[in-house]
């Protein structure tokens, strides 16, 4: 089996997206967002409102999408999504997902979508809904022709995507099995000029002959960082190293987020679904109001009882917000039964106040400007176009879809 081609090590594109289904939350912000906003630091950032995914679990309410999309977009803004460093867009406006959404389904075997685990759960968990359509079963495809139109290196996302991010993978493996033979890496590799062309051929000679790792960390770093080369000509030039044809699809890796686990204000999981939330731009007062009446260890019925962190729904809320001093102070005086479960609370009630309060921050000027937030995903709608029209230019020569 040959090696799978991997993105070149140039590339540092990120990409991922969201449904548009209804006001996001603290879950929201400290699993995805807060882990987004880092990576617009690092990487070349490509985030993405994914409207027709929501329409394969929601397509009985049309009206609400348009609201939510919107909403949406101010939430990122809010949570510190920060436009001048990352390209945000809509997927509806980009329509060449649907094209390759179409040109990928050609090569991807029924079993491989049946046997995604979030088809047979969602399908089981969202009950009072029709998802024995067609359009929920090429979720997860849709999601590769989302990652792969992009060419990007990395994806991040939640543990329960990641299946999705593995079929990813072995999609492009396959689309380039049938499709990405015989590109011309000589004309490339001339580009190089003389004496780098000729160190490359020494090099892939010497991994191809004894497989030298050292040559090909050499061969590879002279590739990802030549002048003379465009960004095609690399990843021909890492497939021609690898002595396979180019990779017109490069496979993404999964980046997965290592976050706390946010509870809600009953204890189980932050959701939607469980009306346990606290929105990003919700209301001090409700907010306020919200976790004073967070249910606690029900051991501690009078000021005298103790207590057990580990049975008390607060307790989950200082592992995200708190540091070791006021946890410290909070089990201790738990287990002492030193204060009431209203004076634990208050360094909690501080914290996500504060944080809340930069949200309202960031998003007031947004909230009162919708047109400047309709022009910047315009602007990244432009660019993201442009790149996906590079890449189904690619695709859909290798396909044979060009008659001229
Ligand atoms: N399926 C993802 C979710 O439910 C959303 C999504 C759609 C996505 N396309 C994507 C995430 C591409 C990452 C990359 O959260
Ligand atoms: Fe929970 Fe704090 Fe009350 Fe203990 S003192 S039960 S940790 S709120």
């Given at each position: 089996?040959?090696?799978?081609?991997?993105?070149?090590?140039?590339?540092?594109?990120?990409?991922?997206?969201?449904?548009?289904?209804?006001?996001l939350?603290?879950?929201?912000?400290?699993?995805?967002?807060?882990?987004?906003a880092?990576?617009?630091?690092?990487?070349?950032?490509?985030?993405?409102?994914?409207?027709?995914?929501?329409?394969?679990?929601?397509?009985?309410?049309?009206?609400?999408?348009?609201?939510?999309?919107?909403e949406?977009?101010?939430?990122?803004?809010?949570?510190?999504?920060?436009?001048?460093?990352?390209?945000?867009?809509?997927?509806?406006?980009?329509?060449?997902?649907?094209?390759?959404?179409?040109?990928?389904?050609?090569v991807?075997?029924?079993g491989?979508?049946?046997?995604v685990?979030?088809?047979?759960?969602?399908?089981?968990?969202?009950?009072?809904?029709?998802?024995?359509?067609?359009?929920?079963?090429?979720?997860?495809?849709?999601?590769?022709?989302?990652?792969?139109?992009?060419?990007?290196?990395?994806?991040?996302?939640?543990?329960?995507?990641?299946?999705?991010?593995?079929?990813?993978?072995?999609?492009a493996?396959?689309?380039?099995?049938?499709?990405g033979?015989?590109?011309?890496?000589?004309?490339?590799?001339k580009r190089?000029?003389?004496?780098d062309?000729?160190?490359?051929?020494?090099?892939?000679?010497?991994y191809?002959?004894?497989?030298?790792?050292?040559?090909?960390?050499?061969?590879?770093?002279?590739?990802?960082?030549?002048?003379?080369?465009?960004?095609?000509?690399?990843?021909?030039?890492?497939?021609?190293l690898?002595?396979?044809?180019?990779a017109?699809?490069?496979?993404?890796?999964?980046?997965?987020?290592?976050?706390?686990?946010?509870?809600?204000?009953?204890?189980?999981?932050?959701?939607?679904?469980?009306?346990n939330?606290?929105?990003?731009?919700?209301?001090?007062?409700?907010?306020?109001?919200?976790?004073?009446?967070?249910?606690?260890?029900?051991?501690?019925?009078?000021?005298?009882?103790p207590?057990?962190?580990?049975?008390?729904p607060?307790?989950?809320l200082?592992?995200v917000?708190?540091?070791?001093?006021?946890?410290?102070?909070?089990?201790?005086?738990?287990?002492?039964?030193?204060?009431?479960c209203l004076?634990?609370?208050?360094?909690?009630?501080?914290?996500?106040?504060?944080?809340?309060?930069?949200?309202?921050?960031?998003?007031?000027?947004?909230?009162?400007?919708?047109?400047?937030?309709?022009?910047?995903i315009?602007?990244?709608?432009?660019?993201?176009?442009?790149?996906?029209?590079?890449?189904?230019?690619?695709v859909?020569?290798?396909?044979?879809a060009?008659?001229?």
């Amino acid at each position: 089996m040959t090696a799978p081609p991997e993105t070149s090590p140039a590339n540092n594109r990120v990409l991922s997206g969201m449904r548009p289904t209804g006001r996001l939350h603290l879950g929201h912000y400290h699993g995805v967002l807060k882990n987004w906003a880092r990576l617009q630091r690092d990487y070349e950032c490509y985030f993405f409102i994914a409207d027709w995914h929501a329409l394969t679990t929601h397509y009985e309410q049309p009206e609400t999408m348009r609201e939510h999309v919107w909403e949406m977009v101010i939430d990122w803004l809010a949570a510190g999504v920060d436009p001048a460093r990352a390209t945000m867009f809509i997927q509806s406006h980009v329509p060449e997902h649907a094209e390759l959404h179409l040109l990928l389904s050609m090569v991807t075997p029924l079993g491989w979508l049946e046997r995604v685990p979030s088809f047979k759960e969602q399908q089981q968990r969202l009950r009072g809904r029709d998802l024995a359509t067609y359009g929920f079963l090429g979720y997860p495809l849709l999601q590769s022709a989302d990652i792969l139109m992009y060419r990007a290196a990395h994806v991040p996302v939640g543990e329960d995507q990641a299946p999705h991010v593995e079929l990813t993978r072995e999609i492009a493996r396959r689309f380039n099995e049938f499709f990405g033979r015989g590109g011309d890496a000589e004309a490339a590799i001339k580009r190089m000029g003389k004496r780098d062309e000729k160190t490359y051929r020494r090099l892939k000679k010497s991994y191809a002959e004894s497989g030298e790792r050292d040559a090909r960390a050499r061969a590879r770093e002279l590739i990802s960082s030549h002048n003379n080369l465009n960004a095609e000509d690399k990843e021909r030039l890492l497939g021609d190293l690898e002595g396979r044809g180019r990779a017109i699809l490069p496979e993404p890796r999964a980046l997965l987020t290592e976050a706390a686990k946010m509870p809600g204000l009953d204890g189980r999981k932050m959701s939607k679904s469980y009306e346990n939330t606290i929105a990003l731009r919700d209301q001090p007062e409700r907010v306020t109001r919200a976790i004073r009446a967070m249910p606690t260890d029900p051991a501690r019925v009078r000021l005298s009882d103790p207590g057990d962190p580990e049975k008390c729904p607060v307790w989950q809320l200082h592992l995200v917000y708190s540091d070791e001093g006021v946890r410290e102070w909070a089990s201790k005086g738990c287990r002492a039964a030193a204060f009431g479960c209203l004076e634990c609370k208050q360094p909690l009630l501080d914290a996500v106040l504060a944080e809340q309060k930069e949200f309202h921050r960031r998003a007031e000027h947004f909230e009162n400007n919708p047109r400047e937030v309709r022009g910047m995903i315009e602007d990244g709608t432009d660019k993201a176009r442009q790149t996906a029209r590079e890449t189904m230019k690619l695709v859909r020569e290798a396909v044979g879809a060009v008659y001229e």
